[in-house]
């Protein structure tokens, strides 16, 4: 069964610090992985695709196949990044489900 | 937004009532999908259909059924609203195909409070 674990429920960190946030998954395919984010009271968007490479508002993320991680990463933090941060697995397959993780809630002080 | 509405927005209800949450796509998406968002739970998969008529349980379904006799609108339905229930729930839509990967598009969510 895939899994995906974000051991971190909150993280608090001061304006213009660097910002990790963690993903491991367990999956025993080839996986795809996907980083959501959640404004207050907003919808889900999408952030980042793994497979894309791609720096989105200044975050990265690399999919580490060896240790199964796919950590968010931004060198210099903003106040209005200030969000939930989901982790997202697709299996592939033909109903495109995804698993979440259950989301770390980053607060970036001035 | 993927043109993704849901309604209602918000409601409650009380505990034994039925209660239909709808979720409408404007751009002919074949697979919906619905969770819910619980804290410290993150976002779980209630149901999700793969075409009209064509649904599926998600790791949530108890308590849950689904319809969908139209590509635009996948409905949830709670048969007897429990406080359990609850929640924010999301509507989703996949877009395999216009993309390489199969990322998915929420709807705004309704907020749910059975008392």
């Known amino acids: 069964a895939q899994r995906v674990t974000q051991p971190e429920k909150l993280l608090s960190v001061f304006k213009g610090a660097p910002v990790e946030l963690k993903c491991n998954y367990s999956?025993?395919?080839?996986?795809?992985l996907f980083w959501y984010v959640q404004y207050s009271r907003q919808r889900l968007q999408l952030l980042l695709r793994?497979?894309s490479r791609e720096s989105i508002k200044g975050f990265t993320a690399d999919l580490n196949k060896g240790e199964t991680s796919f950590h968010l990463k931004k060198p210099f933090a903003q106040e209005e990044d200030s969000a939930m941060y989901y982790c997202?697995?697709?299996?592939?397959?033909?109903?495109?489900?995804?698993?979440f993780g259950k989301g770390t809630l980053l607060t970036v002080n001035p | 937004d993927a043109g993704i509405t849901q309604s209602p927005r918000h409601k409650v209800t009380e505990t034994g009532t039925p209660v239909t949450l709808r979720c409408h796509q404007t751009?002919?998406?074949?697979?919906m999908y619905w969770y819910r968002q619980d804290p410290g739970h993150g976002l779980r998969l209630i149901h999700y259909?793969?075409?009209?008529?064509?649904?599926d349980k998600g790791e949530v379904s108890d308590g849950y059924s689904v319809s969908r006799s139209k590509t635009e609108d996948f409905l949830l339905t709670l048969e007897s609203a429990t406080s359990s229930q609850t929640s924010v729930y999301f509507c989703?839509?996949?877009?395999?195909?216009?993309?390489?990967?199969?990322?998915?598009?929420f709807g705004p969510g309704t907020r749910l409070t059975v008392t």
């Open positions: 793994h497979i």
């Open positions: 751009e002919n998406h074949r697979y």
């Open positions: 989703a839509i996949s877009r395999p195909g216009l993309a390489i990967i199969n990322e998915q598009y």
């Open positions: 259909s793969y075409g009209v008529k064509d649904t």
């Open positions: 997202a697995l697709s299996s592939g397959g033909s109903n495109y489900k995804l698993t």
């Open positions: 999956y025993s395919g080839s996986p795809e």
